[in-house]
């Protein structure tokens, strides 16, 4: 049974391919077109389709789209009500709906030889919900969906038993966290639908003193829904253009909204557990991104454990969608494996691309000691090793590599990628040392949902990645899942003590991850990177980059 799974609807467009229940292939269209988020979610864009990564997803599999049994299409537009009934008076959802109708014919054009009768239209939420509950290692288990929005929801309670989806509960709209969320990103000069991380990041620079006023105003029910009022956030804190600096009234309303979102989601993952008794929750959506609040529901909900899909946003329900539908043909799914499910290269694909760039490289004895040489030195190091990853996390696979124990490369970094200075970075850790590192999340940690407590006494030692609230949202290497990445950190270890390196996506700010060989190379000759490390090969900066004046107190 072949079932490919697209989500076109909003943004993050993606396609994932899921053959005799097995997930084999999934992708985001910005991979592929370099376009950050794919596209924009407005309504007249709702036609463009994830064409790009359907077509590898195919070709990778070696499948012709008249030999698929079924194409599943994350968004179900005869589920869409009135913009007067959803509260929300957005016109574009006329247009939206029409498109969405369309798809079907849209998608057999895209994909010549395939019949248009195939495509099957799956819930929003519902293909959220798949996303999570089928694809966790645990077979049954509570589901918690939320985000801004599906065709008249925002919001998803229910369990799996047996693979089989029964829903306890749905918040409709215009009522919706991941709306409200938007807002302040937008009222705080981001880019709403895109830079809703920046507010959790800012939010640790703040103090909640609104939340009583907004206690109010955002607040959970007792039916499994919440109720999300009208805030006007200028009351709070004026409102900030694009790249105007913010102020500490900004940082309080960021954490203040941050702490209510987190006690809603706590008070909601409280009920759903009422209902169930299941020990553990899966979560999807937008706001299931949200690795602060995530930590807190694990923490102060009755749930033993919380796993959240490393692709929990839109993207995310192009896979959802394909394992719903898969199991509704009868199919028996199995759990996600891992989040590297896009392209790769074989060496010698690899080694002609870097021939064809005539640019010089070696094949040194071993890559991981290659690298830590340089990490240890205290280089920027450009990694880029097997297939690349499935939402918006860099998981050892397409990152950019630094030493965790200088202060100044928290500054460094951000200046490498060109962002914000109050944005982290994040630290890979062997799975093993983990524990005597950090505490209060869980641990395996592999998709870097949560945040975790550095212990008091590490924290000098890894000053990049230890956030200004002394957490870090961590990723641990277990040798079994991702042997070169654990041996290049033990190899750091061995050089400096320490068995963790500063991790963050392999991009520039407004760009995509990287994805292919020539993305890697454009990326490391604009950047100020010391090394590219690209399969078997390395890349070395003819001329070092200028190191930052410092001790080397973090080194044992």
Same mark, same amino acid.
């Given at each position: 049974?072949?079932?490919?799974?697209?989500?076109?609807?909003?943004?993050?467009?993606?396609?994932?391919?899921?053959?005799?229940?097995?997930?084999?292939?999934? $992708?985001?269209?910005?991979?592929?077109? /370099?376009?950050?988020?794919?596209?924009?979610?407005?309504?007249?864009?709702?036609?463009?389709?994830?064409?790009?990564?359907?077509?590898?997803?195919?070709?990778?599999?070696?499948?012709?789209?008249?030999?698929?049994?079924?194409?599943?299409?994350?968004?179900?537009?005869?589920?869409?009500?009135?913009?007067?009934?959803?509260?929300?008076?957005?016109?574009?959802?006329?247009?939206?709906?029409?498109?969405?109708?369309?798809?079907?014919?849209?998608?057999?054009?895209?994909?010549?030889?395939?019949?248009?009768?195939?495509?099957?239209?799956?819930?929003?939420?519902?293909? *959220?919900?798949?996303? $999570?509950?089928?694809?966790?290692?645990?077979?049954?288990?509570?589901?918690?969906?939320?985000?801004?929005?599906?065709?008249?929801?925002?919001?998803?309670?229910?369990?799996?038993?047996?693979?089989?989806?029964?829903?306890?509960?749905?918040?409709?709209?215009?009522?919706? =966290?991941?709306?409200?969320?938007?807002?302040?990103?937008?009222? =705080?000069?981001? =880019?709403?639908?895109?830079?809703?991380?920046?507010?959790?990041?800012?939010?640790?620079?703040?103090?909640? /003193?609104?939340?009583?006023?907004?206690?109010?105003?955002?607040?959970?029910?007792?039916?499994?829904?919440?109720?999300?009022?009208?805030?006007?956030?200028?009351?709070?804190?004026?409102?900030?253009?694009?790249?105007?600096?913010?102020?500490?009234?900004?940082?309080?309303?960021?954490?203040?909204?941050?702490?209510?979102?987190?006690?809603?989601?706590?008070?909601?993952?409280?009920?759903?557990?009422?209902?169930?008794?299941?020990?553990?929750?899966?979560?999807?959506?937008?706001?299931?991104?949200?690795?602060?609040?995530?930590?807190?529901?694990?923490?102060?909900?009755?749930?033993?454990?919380?796993?959240?899909?490393?692709?929990?946003?839109?993207?995310?329900?192009?896979?959802?969608?394909?394992? *719903?539908?898969?199991?509704?043909?009868?199919?028996?799914?199995?759990?996600?494996?891992?989040?590297?499910?896009?392209?790769?290269?074989?060496?010698?694909?690899?080694?002609?691309?870097?021939?064809?760039?005539?640019?010089?490289?070696?094949?040194?004895?071993?890559?991981?000691?290659?690298?830590?040489?340089?990490?240890?030195?205290?280089?920027?190091?450009?990694?880029?090793?097997?297939?690349?990853?499935?939402?918006?996390? $860099?998981?050892?696979?397409?990152?950019?590599?630094? *030493?965790?124990?200088?202060?100044?490369? =928290?500054?460094?970094?951000?200046?490498?990628?060109?962002?914000?200075?109050?944005?982290?970075?994040?630290?890979?850790?062997?799975?093993?040392?983990?524990?005597?590192?950090?505490?209060?999340?869980?641990?395996?940690?592999?998709?870097?949902?949560?945040?975790?407590?550095?212990?008091?006494?590490?924290?000098?030692?890894?000053?990049?990645?230890?956030?200004?609230?002394?957490?870090?949202?961590?990723?641990?290497?277990?040798?079994?899942?991702?042997?070169?990445?654990?041996?290049?950190?033990?190899?750091?270890?061995?050089?400096?003590?320490?068995?963790?390196?500063?991790?963050?996506?392999?991009?520039?700010?407004?760009?995509?991850?990287?994805?292919?060989?020539?993305?890697?190379?454009?990326?490391?000759?604009?950047?100020?990177?010391?090394?590219?490390?690209?399969?078997?090969?390395?890349?070395?900066?003819?001329?070092?980059?200028?190191?930052?004046?410092?001790?080397?107190?973090?080194?044992?």
């Amino acid at each position: 049974m072949k079932v490919l799974g697209i989500n076109a609807i909003y943004h993050d467009p993606a396609s994932a391919l899921v053959v005799d229940g097995r997930i084999v292939a999934a $992708a985001e269209e910005e991979r592929f077109s /370099r376009r950050k988020h794919g596209k924009r979610p407005l309504p007249w864009s709702a036609w463009e389709l994830p064409e790009l990564s359907a077509a590898w997803c195919l070709k990778a599999a070696g499948i012709r789209p008249e030999e698929l049994d079924a194409v599943a299409y994350s968004f179900d537009p005869g589920l869409m009500t009135t913009p007067e009934d959803t509260g929300l008076f957005d016109d574009g959802d006329t247009m939206r709906k029409k498109y969405a109708e369309m798809a079907p014919d849209f998608l057999a054009h895209a994909l010549p030889g395939l019949d248009p009768a195939k495509v099957r239209f799956v819930k929003h939420h519902v293909a *959220h919900a798949a996303s $999570a509950g089928k694809a966790a290692p645990q077979r049954d288990n509570a589901v918690l969906v939320l985000d801004g929005r599906g065709e008249a929801h925002s919001h998803l309670a229910g369990r799996y038993v047996d693979g089989q989806l029964e829903v306890l509960a749905g918040q409709a709209l215009p009522h919706s =966290l991941g709306l409200m969320y938007e807002e302040l990103t937008d009222h =705080l000069g981001f =880019l709403r639908s895109s830079d809703e991380f920046k507010v959790m990041a800012m939010a640790s620079y703040g103090k909640p /003193r609104f939340l009583g006023e907004l206690s109010e105003l955002i607040r959970a029910t007792d039916d499994g829904g919440f109720r999300t009022e009208k805030i006007d956030f200028a009351e709070f804190a004026p409102r900030l253009g694009k790249d105007e600096p913010w102020t500490e009234a900004h940082a309080d309303l960021a954490a203040s909204v941050q702490t209510r979102l987190e006690e809603v989601l706590v008070d909601l993952a409280r009920w759903v557990h009422e209902q169930t008794g299941e020990k553990t929750l899966t979560m999807a959506g937008g706001t299931a991104l949200n690795c602060v609040a995530n930590t807190r529901i694990l923490a102060e909900s009755p749930f033993e454990q919380v796993w959240v899909q490393p692709a929990a946003g839109d993207a995310g329900t192009a896979l959802g969608a394909a394992l *719903h539908v898969a199991a509704e043909l009868g199919e028996r799914t199995e759990p996600m494996a891992g989040a590297a499910l896009g392209r790769g290269w074989s060496d010698a694909e690899i080694e002609q691309q870097l021939q064809t760039a005539a640019i010089e490289y070696e094949r040194p004895d071993d890559v991981a000691e290659a690298v830590a040489e340089v990490l240890a030195d205290n280089g920027i190091v450009a990694w880029f090793q097997g297939r690349s990853e499935y939402g918006p996390r $860099a998981l050892g696979h397409r990152s950019l590599l630094a *030493h965790p124990g200088f202060e100044a490369n =928290l500054e460094r970094m951000n200046d490498v990628k060109g962002r914000e200075q109050f944005r982290p970075v994040a630290p890979m850790v062997l799975l093993e040392k983990a524990p005597e590192i950090f505490s209060r999340g869980p641990i395996p940690s592999p998709y870097m949902l949560f945040v975790h407590d550095v212990a008091e006494e590490w924290r000098e030692r890894i000053p990049t990645v230890t956030h200004v609230d002394g957490t870090a949202r961590i990723q641990t290497i277990d040798a079994g899942t991702e042997p070169l990445v654990h041996r290049m950190i033990a190899a750091f270890e061995r050089r400096t003590g320490l068995p963790v390196v500063v991790n963050t996506s392999l991009n520039t700010a407004g760009r995509p991850m990287v994805d292919d060989p020539r993305d890697a190379l454009e990326c490391f000759g604009s950047a100020p990177v010391d090394l590219l490390a690209i399969g078997p090969f390395v890349v070395r900066r003819t001329k070092r980059t200028p190191r930052p004046a410092q001790d080397r107190s973090g080194q044992r």
